[in-house]
């Protein structure tokens, strides 16, 4: 599986709209995002779901927390301490169905205790990414909307995939906003 260059990001961006807004030169303001030499690193939008653990008991990935998130928009966030928020990036992509994705978090980010998680983004996947922010610090550590947040490495299969994320439906498909799991009975309503 080939690394896919900055030349094959810009052309399939430009041709093919794989990644939409798409800056094309590296923005260094800031928390940087754009085109790397093999990969694009994303940013986040202004959109966050901050989690509040006060009326938790536990999480399960199979039932609706919708009401344990309260919405937030703005220029930054705190991320509590030892806690986590979710986010959503700036862009939205379209995967070809060649092409698997994966995503580590930029180095600033790390340094400050801040771990990004983004699953990989499947062959035909398309959406704004959820991603989940975790502050590992016993205290707030603030992230920038409209800045760099992980890096998306693109990798190139040597032969096309027989059932894309497109083909089998996937419940994450064509997202728009920040969303929170669903199991696959969920995924339904």
Request: net charge neutral; hydrophobic share 30%.
């Amino acid at each position: 599986m080939p690394v896919m260059s900055d030349n094959w990001i810009i052309k399939m961006s430009k041709s093919e709209d794989m990644i939409k807004p798409f800056s094309e030169n590296q923005v260094r303001e800031g928390i940087s995002f754009g085109v790397s030499s093999y990969g694009y690193d994303i940013s986040l939008s202004d959109e966050f779901k901050i989690f509040d653990p006060s009326s938790v008991a536990e999480l399960d990935p199979k039932k609706d927390s919708s009401s344990y998130f309260k919405d937030f928009k703005g220029s930054s966030v705190l991320i509590p301490p030892n806690s986590y928020i979710l986010a959503r990036t700036k862009e939205y992509f379209k995967i070809p169905r060649n092409i698997l994705t994966i995503c580590p978090g930029k180095s600033t980010y790390a340094r400050n205790g801040v771990i990004v998680n983004v699953t990989p983004f499947e062959p035909e996947w398309e959406g704004f990414a959820t991603i989940s922010l975790s502050n590992t610090t016993p205290v707030p550590v603030r992230v920038y909307a409209n800045e760099g947040i992980a890096q998306l490495i693109f990798l190139k299969a040597d032969e096309e995939c027989l059932t894309s994320y497109k083909d089998k439906k996937g419940k994450y498909q064509s997202q728009k906003e920040i969303t929170l799991s669903k199991s696959d009975k969920s995924a339904d309503k």
